[in-house]
RNA sequence: GCUGGCGUAGCUCAAUCGGUAGAGCACCUGCCUUGUAAGCAGGGGGUUAGGGGUUCAAGUCCCCUUGCCAGCUCCA
């Protein structure tokens, strides 16, 4: 017999009033949704949890669609789904977007509706009740999303408050019991976006919002949120000096020379445990003739993100014969004849004009490697490191600061093995990503198995295979993961590795992927124990992914306080009065000597100014030299990290502190 | 690429209705000789993103180009 949730939860919910659902199986239910399950087999669903918040917030957005319908009458509601940090819904408002202070009136309106608490109510309709139900609303974009609900399904709607003030929305839910749960809501922003995504379709209002569970859950998110526009890489880079952009060079980064500290340190730490994990680096090219690109079928697939230089040389040669062609018209008052002439000359050097291309990727170049002599299982597993630059024609809109650039480099390696060593391969680079995610301290990782999409190419066994082989590798590191079901790449599935920084945000970095097709199309082989030949299997992988990705990422975890082992400078000197410059040079010398990277701070500000600027600077260590440390040979450390003074300590005694901490943390148990 | 917005000194920002391009910081010079987040004074710095138009007069209004920002879409 069916029973609402609420009944069958009773005790429970009046032990914990946060619960709002509860789960059967793998669906979510609201409270007053009947359902035929023991107590024990329903498992309850707080606000607390990720999926209760998701309920929470589609019901903000629910309550917000009303408050807006109230406040703009006229206004179509299209969707409004739950997000990962909190909601939105797309309005067709005729008389254009919403302002700021409409969003202060809506959040208005939305708190007298929470204010009370007024049910939320399902009912199931039929396909025609529900067509006129919104018909008579004048709501047409429900219409299309009535008819895209497959035959035989439920549709349900969600209605709130009663008689006058009811609001009804075509909805899966589930839902909160009634508005009062929401109480900790904000809107944050408005912003257009298409119906259905699609640019061709008029553009829609989208109001932007979030909601928790309590109050102080959300102002904690509003602290980050003014924690991440502070720490934003595009700000940090210029005040720190890290990198900067030029317009002759639309999205390629210039790394300044305190950012290139960074970014070669990090490259030089990718070095030294390529050395430890049995990988080789080479160099290799940047212009290809673009048959290259034709058999690793990039060129078919990925044309329109490369870019295609052509030499002065050749672009020189067509011009003057596409002159030439046009003189060389039989009449030269025909402009159908000379047009003729000239379209037949500009197709006969199109092919001419893109003979080079620039490499997007680094696998083609390892491929040619592999097939430049007879290889033999002895030499495999082969692990072949490349810190090649790489250029992506990437659109316009889209580019941003240095996590979406169109030149950069990424920490990128190609494994060639036999099929039968994939596993092993891809364990030995799980071990590889989580030793550099500790020490560039990214705690939290989380992993997804993207598996075969439908469109793909390659035999199912080989499927099975690799597929098989990363879940393993996975699990024998006693590693949880994530299936995302068909989001692989056509030649083959990935594991990809999904980090949380400073500010709760998630940004995906590491990735491997296993790659039957190119050693296909290169006709890559090697010689196994039994003589014959066989084909290897490539393993595309990154840890780092794009460097120049990993920085702006870095940059706003480290909010731009880079640790000692990498940052820029690690001490700065800091004179009293110009007494002790020289003792100051001294100091910066003896840490020099031991490869540390320290300044002099001999201007004529203040002290208390030299320590601000430095400060500024994210400096980790301020080193304060008077009179009396002078006469001690001793020095005054400020740290930063601690962000207090520490007790003065005898120059040499520094030193050996600062050494201490200039090299990358190592995994503990490894050596 | 699409929608909307923006572009004024190295940075952050002013400039009324279309009417003399300005401030703070930074930089340079000098003074000050300093003890833990900004010492004082003076100076240099601009084809107002670029181009075209309207006007007696354009940073301001219109058009084009370019770059950037937010979002959409994209990221084999």
């Known amino acids: 017999m069916k029973r609402p949730v609420r009944e069958i939860l009773a005790d429970a919910i009046s032990r914990d009033p946060s619960i709002i659902g509860a789960k059967l199986g793998a669906v979510v239910y609201d409270l007053h949704t009947p359902v035929e399950a023991e107590p024990s087999a329903l498992e309850p669903v707080r606000t607390s949890t990720p999926e209760g918040l998701a309920v929470l917030r589609h019901s903000t957005a629910h309550v917000m669609a009303d408050a807006v319908q109230r406040l703009f009458p006229g206004t179509k509601v299209t969707i409004g789904p739950a997000t990962a940090h909190g909601f939105y819904y797309d309005f067709d408002k005729p008389s254009g977007p919403f302002t700021d202070e409409d969003l202060a009136h809506i959040e208005q309106k939305m708190l007298e509706i929470v204010e009370q608490k007024r049910p939320f109510r399902r009912t199931v309709v039929s396909r025609a009740e529900a067509h006129a139900h919104f018909q008579k609303l004048g709501e047409s974009y429900k219409r299309e999303l009535i008819d895209a609900i497959p035959e035989g399904e439920e549709i349900s709607l969600y209605h709130h408050g009663e008689g006058a003030d ?36 008029p553009m829609l209002q989208r109001i932007y919002g979030t909601a928790f569970a309590t109050p102080a859950d959300l102002r904690e998110h509003l602290r980050l949120l003014e924690e991440a526009k502070k720490r934003d890489h595009r700000k ?86 596409l002159r030439l062609g046009l003189h060389g018209a039989t009449d030269p008052h ?142 024998s590191r006693g590693l949880g993961y994530e299936v995302s079901p068909g989001e692989g790449a056509f030649y083959g599935p990935k594991l990809e590795f999904h980090i949380e920084d400073a500010l709760k945000r998630s940004w995906q970095l590491g990735t491997i992927q296993v790659d039957y097709a190119l050693p296909d199309r290169f006709g890559l082989e090697f010689t196994g124990p039994d003589g014959a030949a066989h084909r290897p299997v490539m393993l595309h992988r990154a840890i780092l992914g794009s460097l120049e990705r990993f920085m702006a990422v870095y940059i706003e975890h ?80 400020r740290s930063r990290d601690l962000d207090k003074n520490l007790d003065p300590l005898p120059l ?16 503990a148990g490894r050596t």
């Not at 190609?414 to 500790?438: G, N, R």
């Not at 705690?443 to 295979?465: C, N, S």
Request: aromatic share 10%; with cysteine.
């Open 558 to 637: 480290t909010g731009g306080a880079f640790p000692v082992w990498c940052a820029p400078e690690q001490a700065t000197v800091v004179t009293v009065s110009e007494k002790q410059d020289e003792y100051a040079h001294e100091v910066v010398r003896a840490l020099k000597a031991r490869g540390l990277r320290a300044t002099a701070d001999t201007s004529s500000d203040k002290l208390g100014a030299k320590i601000r600027s430095a400060r500024l600077l994210r400096v980790p260590y301020i080193l304060v030299v008077g009179d009396k440390e002078v006469e001690a040979r001793m020095v005054a450390p």
């Open 236 to 321: 940090l880079g210029r005040e720190l000096e890290l990198f900067m952009f030029d317009e002759h060079a639309p999205a390629m980064p210039f790394f300044l020379p305190r950012g290139a500290f960074v970014y070669n340190r990090l490259v030089g730490y990718m070095r030294s445990l390529y050395e430890r994990y049995g990988y080789e680096e080479v160099v290799t090219p940047q212009i290809f003739d673009k048959k290259l690109f034709e058999t690793s079928g990039h060129l078919p697939n990925y044309r329109e993100n490369m870019f295609l230089p052509v030499t002065a040389e050749l672009l020189d040669k067509a011009k003057m014969d």
């Open 334 to 475: 025909s402009y159908r004849e000379a047009d003729k002439v000239r379209d037949e000359a500009v197709i006969g050097h199109l092919d001419d004009l893109e003979r080079t291309a620039q490499k997007p990727m680094n696998c083609p170049c390892h491929c040619l490697i592999f097939r430049s002599r007879r290889r033999s299982y002895r030499e495999l597993p082969w692990r072949v490191a490349d810190f090649g630059r790489l250029h992506r024609y990437e659109r316009g809109g889209v580019v941003h600061g240095l996590a979406r650039v169109r030149s950069f480099c990424q920490d990128d390696a190609h494994i060639f093995c036999a099929p039968a060593e994939m596993q092993t391969e891809i364990q030995s680079f799980i071990d590889l990503l989580y030793e550099v995610y500790a020490a560039v301290g990214f705690a939290k990782v989380d992993v997804k198995l993207a598996t075969r999409p439908d469109t793909r190419i390659g035999t199912d066994a080989q499927w099975d295979d690799a597929e098989r082989a990363l879940a393993a590798a996975v699990e």
């Open 652 to 667: 040499a005694a520094f030193v050996e502190r600062l050494l201490g901490e200039a090299e990358p943390p190592r995994l």
């Open 166 to 201: 009811e609001w009804t929305d075509l909805c899966m839910g589930p839902h909160v019991p009634h508005t009062g749960y929401l109480r900790a809501v904000k809107l944050v922003s408005v912003a257009g976006a298409y119906w259905r995504g699609d640019e061709r379709n």
